[in-house]
Nanobody, 124 residues
């Protein structure tokens, strides 16, 4: 049974940083890509970043250069280092596990596994 548990969200001022993490169980990192989506109030859930077992990464344009995704395969944990945060980054951030071949697919897919999310709020 796949379980993804996010933590590390919070409230931060614009220009600040956060580093949410996602602890995964029931997921074989060699076979799955891990990633983050986010959903702002009143908006659709959107792709942010993803990483696979080999360390290949993929980022959405709005976060490229500011966010860095990484994984600790021994701990089955994925991190999202978020720097230079702006109020537009305010959202619930969701961890996702999916087939490796879908690393760069920037949309939700039927076979995706999801966590419950962690709230990130950036004040101006």
């Amino acid at each position: 049974q796949v379980q993804l548990v996010e933590s590390g969200g919070g409230l931060v001022q614009a220009g600040g940083f956060l580093r949410p993490s996602c602890a995964a169980s029931g997921v074989t990192f060699r076979l799955h890509a891990m990633g983050w989506f986010r959903q702002a109030p009143g908006k659709d859930r959107e792709f942010a970043a993803a990483i696979n077992w080999n360390g290949d990464t993929y980022y959405a344009d709005p976060v490229k250069g500011r966010f860095t995704i990484s994984s600790d395969n021994a701990k089955n944990t994925v991190y999202l280092q978020m720097n230079s945060l702006t109020p537009e980054d305010t959202a619930v951030y969701y961890c996702v596990a999916r087939s490796n071949g879908l690393l760069s697919t920037p949309r939700m897919l039927p076979g995706d596994y999801w966590g419950l999310g962690t709230q990130v709020t950036v004040s101006s």
